[in-house]
């Protein structure tokens, strides 16, 4: 093992474990991850209520172009054959096979929470724990016998309560810096997933770009964002792809666009590694600053001309490696222990 | 909270005429609300059966355990001799041994003890202080006696459910706390924090203080980040701290931070991989150099347990004799050494009468309740005694006395007992309530969470009523 080094001990008001930044940096991604899948689950299910009984194949290549933005089909097709409204939600809402399903978010986040309860607020940690025993004990079934729109609605609301108690218990902080900051990575990475659908999309082939099916499912990719509303009062006019893409990726003002959600990364960023904007000393600063100057410069045709796929491919791996980066940066651990004997030894101590 | 002449206890008076005039719907919804909210605010305690461990609530009895004043002030008391005792004990056995050369209690028990720590003979501790916390079991008698069943000098737990109980009753009877003048219990944590900084190498305002947990797979970690919260500590894991130059330091974002006080909840054989159990990966190497240097304090302190071993127990009345010259105000439980010829002679022949124990068991495993035993069992205990005598005690039974206890519709009699808490620092201080613990089987007399136990929360009386 290489000598590990150790910066300089900055003394200041409040001190944060590593361990803690982490765990409250993962915590918020969790989160953020589960909402954005419940969204893009609901959206989905309700779009594709308007096209049953059309064309066999409709269904399943809908679903799987969402499986590929998610980088899910391969697990998926181990587990399941082919995709359809049922065996999709199953797999992305409860499955704990999948470790991005909502169920696995949420335990993972709620784990990351309860290590560091001590950290939060009482609501925020209640917040987690509720969303928590309120998935335990779900089955896939009893969600589609009921209504699935009100079970995405819970788990939207929860976590929009615990992003804005969050806002309003939680001190500016060291550790507000790391759960924004992870927030909002999580939320960049999303929303090129969300545009990405579209690329997968093959469309039925009567109608060609455009068309009422096109349309629809531009809507559909906006109301995935939340972004529909936003989208109406900024461009009045119909729904236009380029448009679309446009507004997801270059607002300057819409929460979830990746300009907006970049721009507040490399502000958490700068903070967490004490640098500044103008002259970046860390590889996560370089590709932040890089990033964002791709986005404050670029226009929608520039994209289309490199190809929107592959630009959102470039965006998700910069928005990795900022992750990666910051981990590294941040934690002077030593190898990692195995985790069972680990475990074994944590419960033997009681008197 | 019945007399021997079958009347209410006049303390118990006013509780129920409160539950008598409560609509037995209303009483229910009470109930759920309390267990509601344990769950919500994750009060849970984490069972292993298999390699999956699951989470659950401590079972609440919402039925309160009340104790007058004036026997409050006898069990505070008994307690604070007691630990004052303990310590003295402690620093005598690291030091010259002078109760073991005047043969008060014999040495070969005392050296023998699997928690005595030879390495760390005539090693001083920040203040003379070993114990800083211990929670002490307690029982009545039939007589209404209270009675120690043993000490708990290493790391013990249980308390942030003597404060959550409190907190939980609190929010189901919010009216009846004001009238019935119960003493407050939250200054625990407040004492606790001023305990621990009291110890501090470091003397200046204010020392950095963490909380070491094993993880968040122990069964108490709820109460590790709990009192990490109150006190406003860092609650940290092996992991997050290293040593270098004979120094703690933890691992922070900013760099590393030096740590002057430990609070530990890992025993001494995990604490650190150089000096024990090389195997442990929940210490932290090189701690113990750090203590030994005089660079950083441990609570409690290490080679505690050599008192809290049950063999060891059967002398403390004899040690407060011994240090203090005083009579024992909290007596023991009677018990049997295994070790002495005549002793383990009745054990082995009355075994079936006797409650048997090993001598540094907790949770309520390893032992044996005679009266409640079956042919093979008995068998397998008399062969296990027989082998290893120094690794077990024996005690009469003794019936604990019983609290009224809501059981499937219907209030009922059930076994309880008493875990006080005790802290010293610049004082002792004994936090005026504690964890009752109740068994909730029909019968039983195994209290621990572990095996079907629950809580109730202690209400200790400014007044007799």
């Not at chain 2, 759920?32 to 769950?39: H, N, Q, T």
């Not at chain 2, 030879?118 to 916390?133: A, G, K, L, Q, T």
């Not at chain 2, 190498?201 to 020392?207: A, D, F, L, S, Y």
């Given at each position: 093992?290489?000598?590990?080094?150790?910066?300089?001990?900055?003394?200041?008001?409040t001190?944060?474990?590593?361990?803690?930044?982490?765990?409250?940096?993962?915590?918020?991604?969790?989160?953020?991850?589960?909402?954005?899948i419940s969204?893009?689950?609901?959206?989905?299910l309700?779009?594709?209520?308007?096209f049953?009984?059309?064309?066999?194949?409709?269904?399943?290549?809908?679903w799987?172009?969402?499986?590929?933005?998610?980088?899910?089909?391969a697990?998926f097709?181990?587990?399941?054959?082919?995709?359809?409204?049922r065996n999709?939600?199953?797999?992305l809402?409860?499955?704990?096979?999948n470790?991005?399903?909502?169920l696995?978010?949420?335990?993972?986040?709620?784990?990351?929470?309860?290590m560091?309860?001590?950290?939060?607020?009482a609501?925020?940690w209640?917040?987690?724990?509720?969303?928590?025993?309120?998935?335990?004990?779900?089955?896939?079934?009893?969600?589609?016998?009921?209504?699935?729109y009100?079970?995405?609605?819970?788990?939207?609301?929860h976590?929009?309560?615990?992003?804005?108690?969050?806002?309003?218990?939680y001190?500016?902080s060291?550790?507000?810096?790391?759960?924004q900051?992870?927030?909002?990575?999580?939320?960049?990475?999303?929303?090129?997933?969300?545009?990405?659908?579209?690329?997968?999309?093959?469309?039925?082939?009567?109608?060609?770009?455009?068309?009422?099916?096109?349309?629809?499912?531009?809507?559909?990719?906006?109301?995935?964002?939340?972004?529909?509303?936003?989208?109406?009062?900024?461009?009045?006019?119909?729904?236009?792809?380029?448009k679309v893409?446009e507004?997801?990726i270059?607002?300057?003002?819409?929460?979830?666009?990746?300009?907006?959600?970049?721009t507040q990364?490399?502000?958490?960023?700068?903070?967490?590694?004490?640098?500044?904007?103008?002259?970046?000393?860390?590889?996560?600063?370089?590709?932040?600053?890089?990033?964002?100057?791709?986005?404050?410069?670029?226009?929608?045709?520039?994209?289309?001309?490199?190809?929107?796929?592959?630009?959102?491919?470039d965006?998700?791996?910069?928005l990795?490696?900022?992750?990666?980066e910051?981990?590294?940066?941040?934690?002077?651990y030593?190898?990692?222990?195995p985790q069972?004997?680990?475990?074994?030894q944590?419960?033997?101590?009681?008197? | 909270?019945?007399?021997s002449?079958?009347q209410?206890?006049?303390?118990?008076?006013?509780?129920?005429?409160?539950?008598n005039?409560?609509p037995?719907?209303d009483?229910?919804?009470?109930r759920?609300?309390?267990?509601?909210?344990?769950?919500r605010?994750g009060?849970?305690?984490?069972?292993?059966?298999d390699?999956?461990?699951?989470?659950?609530?401590?079972?609440?009895?919402?039925?309160?355990?009340i104790?007058?004043?004036?026997?409050?002030?006898?069990?505070?008391?008994?307690?604070?001799?007691?630990?004052?005792?303990?310590?003295?004990?402690?620093?005598?056995?690291y030091?010259?041994?002078?109760?073991?050369?005047?043969?008060?209690?014999?040495?070969?028990?005392v050296?023998s003890?699997?928690?005595f720590?030879?390495?760390?003979?005539?090693?001083?501790?920040?203040?003379?202080?070993?114990?800083?916390?211990?929670g002490?079991?307690?029982?009545r008698?039939?007589?209404?006696?209270?009675?120690?069943?043993?000490?708990?000098?290493r790391?013990?737990?249980?308390?942030?459910?003597?404060?959550?109980?409190?907190?939980?009753?609190?929010?189901?009877?919010?009216?009846?706390?004001?009238?019935?003048?119960v003493?407050?219990?939250?200054?625990?944590?407040?004492?606790?924090?001023?305990?621990?900084?009291?110890?501090?190498?470091?003397?200046?305002?204010?020392?950095?203080?963490?909380?070491?947990?094993p993880?968040?797979?122990?069964?108490?970690?709820?109460?590790?980040?709990?009192?990490?919260?109150?006190?406003?500590?860092?609650?940290?894991?092996?992991r997050?701290l290293?040593?270098?130059?004979?120094?703690?330091?933890m691992?922070?974002?900013?760099?590393?931070?030096?740590?002057?006080?430990?609070?530990?909840?890992?025993?001494?054989?995990?604490?650190?991989?150089?000096?024990?159990?090389?195997?442990?990966?929940?210490?932290?190497?090189?701690?113990?150099?750090?203590?030994?240097?005089?660079?950083?304090?441990?609570?409690?302190?290490?080679?505690?347990?050599?008192?809290?071993?049950?063999?060891?127990?059967?002398?403390?009345?004899?040690?407060?004799?011994?240090?203090?010259?005083?009579?024992p105000?909290?007596?023991?439980?009677?018990?049997?050494?295994?070790t002495n010829?005549?002793?383990?002679?009745?054990?082995?022949?009355?075994?079936?009468?006797?409650?048997?124990?090993?001598?540094?068991?907790?949770?309520?495993?390893?032992?044996?309740?005679?009266?409640a035993?079956?042919?093979?069992e008995?068998?397998?205990?008399?062969?296990?005694?027989?082998?290893?005598?120094?690794?077990f005690?024996a005690?009469?039974?003794?019936m604990?006395?019983?609290?009224?206890?809501?059981?499937?519709?219907?209030?009922?009699?059930?076994?309880?007992?008493?875990?006080?808490?005790?802290?010293?620092?610049?004082?002792?201080?004994?936090?005026?309530?504690?964890?009752?613990?109740v068994?909730?089987?029909?019968?039983?007399?195994?209290?621990?969470?572990s095996?079907?136990?629950?809580s109730?929360?202690?209400?200790?009386?400014?007044?007799?009523?």
């Open positions: 093992m290489p000598p590990l080094r150790f910066p300089e001990f900055r003394p200041q008001a001190v944060m474990l590593s361990r803690v930044a982490h765990s409250l940096y993962w915590m918020s991604r969790y989160i953020e991850r589960a909402e954005n969204r893009l689950l609901d959206v989905n309700q779009f594709l209520l308007d049953q009984g059309i064309e066999d194949n409709f269904h399943e290549e809908h799987d172009s969402i499986l590929a933005s998610l980088e899910d089909r697990l097709g181990t587990i399941h054959g082919a995709a359809d409204s999709v939600t199953d797999f809402a409860l499955d704990l096979r470790p991005n399903s909502i696995s978010c949420v335990n993972s986040a709620r784990e990351n929470a309860r560091i309860r001590d950290q939060i607020s609501e925020m209640e917040t987690i724990n509720e969303l928590y025993l309120y998935l335990k004990d779900r089955s896939a079934t009893e969600i589609w016998a009921t209504s699935p009100e079970f995405f609605q819970d788990i939207k609301r976590s929009h309560l615990f992003q804005g108690l969050t806002e309003s218990t001190s500016r060291e550790g507000w810096e790391f759960i900051f992870g927030k909002l990575l999580e939320r960049a990475d999303k929303t090129t997933r969300i545009l990405d659908v579209k690329y997968h999309i093959i469309l039925p082939s009567v109608e060609g770009v455009g068309g009422a099916v096109d349309t629809a499912q531009w809507q559909a990719v906006l109301r995935s964002a939340s972004a529909l509303e936003s989208y109406h009062r900024f461009y009045v006019h119909e729904i236009l792809p380029w893409a507004f997801l270059f607002s300057e003002s819409f929460p979830r666009s990746l300009h907006y959600c970049v990364i490399d502000g958490f960023l700068c903070k967490i590694l004490a640098e500044s904007g103008t002259r970046r000393r860390t590889a996560a600063g370089r590709t932040a600053s890089r990033l964002l100057s791709d986005l404050q410069s670029l226009t929608i045709t520039d994209v289309l001309k490199q190809g929107l796929h592959e630009f959102l491919m965006v998700q791996k910069s990795d490696r900022i992750g990666d910051v981990i590294q940066t941040t934690m002077f030593p190898v990692e222990v069972e004997e680990h475990q074994q944590q419960v033997q101590q009681q008197q | 909270m019945i007399g002449g079958g209410i206890r006049p303390h118990y008076r006013r509780l129920t005429e409160r539950l005039t409560l037995e719907t009483f229910n919804s009470r759920a609300a309390v267990d509601l909210a344990f769950l605010r009060v849970t305690f984490t069972v292993y059966n390699s999956e461990g699951t989470e659950r609530i401590f079972p609440f009895d919402i039925i309160p355990r104790i007058p004043a004036s026997e409050w002030k006898t069990l505070e008391a008994g307690l604070i001799q007691r630990i004052t005792a303990l310590n003295l004990f402690l620093d005598d056995i030091h010259k041994q002078k109760i073991l050369k005047d043969k008060v209690v014999p040495a070969a028990q050296l003890a699997k928690h720590r030879r390495e760390f003979m005539n090693f001083s501790v920040p203040r003379d202080i070993y114990v800083h916390m211990c002490t079991d307690l029982i008698d039939h007589d209404g006696r209270y009675l120690v069943l043993e000490d708990n000098l790391c013990p737990s249980g308390v942030s459910y003597m404060l959550e109980n409190r907190a939980a009753m609190r929010r189901a009877f919010p009216n009846l706390f004001q009238s019935y003048g003493r407050p219990v939250a200054g625990y944590a407040d004492s606790l924090l001023k305990a621990l900084r009291f110890i501090s190498p470091r003397r200046t305002e204010k020392p950095t203080v963490v909380l070491l947990t993880g968040v797979f122990n069964s108490a970690y709820f109460e590790h980040s709990f009192l990490a919260r109150q006190m406003g500590i860092p609650i940290v894991e092996g997050d290293l040593v270098s130059d004979a120094r703690v330091f691992r922070t974002t900013a760099g590393l931070m030096p740590v002057d006080v430990i609070y530990r909840r890992i025993d001494d054989d995990f604490i650190d991989p150089l000096v024990f159990r090389e195997d442990s990966v929940l210490g932290v190497p090189g701690l113990v150099s750090a203590y030994r240097e005089g660079n950083v304090a441990l609570a409690n302190a290490i080679g505690t347990g050599v008192a809290d071993d049950k063999v060891v127990y059967a002398y403390v009345p004899k040690m407060i004799k011994y240090y203090l010259d005083q009579e105000i909290l007596p023991n439980v009677p018990t049997y050494l295994a010829p005549s002793e383990r002679k009745f054990i082995l022949e009355n075994i079936a009468k006797l409650v048997v124990k090993s001598a540094n068991e907790a949770g309520g495993y390893g032992m044996l309740i005679g009266p035993a079956n042919k093979e008995i068998t397998e205990f008399r062969k296990k005694v027989a082998a290893n005598p120094r690794n005690i005690q009469d039974p003794v604990l006395s019983r609290s009224p206890t809501w059981c499937d519709g219907s209030l009922e009699g059930r076994h309880i007992d008493l875990r006080p808490y005790i802290l010293y620092g610049e004082k002792i201080t004994v936090t005026p309530g504690g964890l009752t613990r068994a909730l089987r029909k019968g039983s007399l195994v209290v621990n969470s095996q079907g136990g629950g109730k929360d202690t209400w200790v009386l400014q007044g007799e009523a």
